[in-house]
């Protein structure tokens, strides 16, 4: 069992950076996946980002590469989702994932939101022009 709970969104304006934290609960942690999604008003929950268990391998949607980084604290159970070069379209609440079950990663299954296990409950992130 795993239990995630992001922060660190907020309001921003275009050009701006913002952290995401993801904190993880569990003995799970060192041997998940981890994955960051967005929904936007009226869209569905989209990929943005995943993170494999040594975290060697990342895995960017093409919006967010150059921009967002994302990386692990496995020490400190933790996930963030680094975000510069802020756009308006970024605005949505960003949630974290989690996925035990991956026997590897590729570029398509960690895309898959059927794919993760857990979830935290989401932060808002506001980007203004």
């Known amino acids: 069992q795993v239990q995630l709970a992001e922060s660190g969104g907020g309001l921003v304006q275009a050009g701006g950076s913002l952290r995401l934290s993801c904190a993880a609960s569990?003995?799970?942690?060192?041997?998940?996946?981890m994955g960051w999604f967005r929904q936007a008003p009226g869209k569905e929950r989209e990929f943005v980002g995943a993170l494999s268990w040594s975290g060697t391998n990342r895995y960017y949607v093409d919006s967010v590469k150059g921009r967002f980084t994302i990386s692990r604290d496995n020490a400190k159970n933790t996930v963030y989702l680094q975000m510069n070069s802020l756009k308006p379209e970024d605005t949505a609440v960003y949630y974290c994932?989690?996925?035990?079950?991956?026997?590897?990663?590729?570029?398509?299954?960690?895309?898959?939101?059927?794919?993760?296990?857990?979830w935290g409950q989401g932060t808002q992130v506001t980007v203004s022009s």
């Open positions: 569990g003995n799970t942690f060192r041997r998940a996946v």
């Open positions: 994932a989690a996925a035990v079950k991956f026997s590897y990663t590729n570029d398509d299954n960690v895309r898959k939101i059927k794919e993760y296990d857990y």
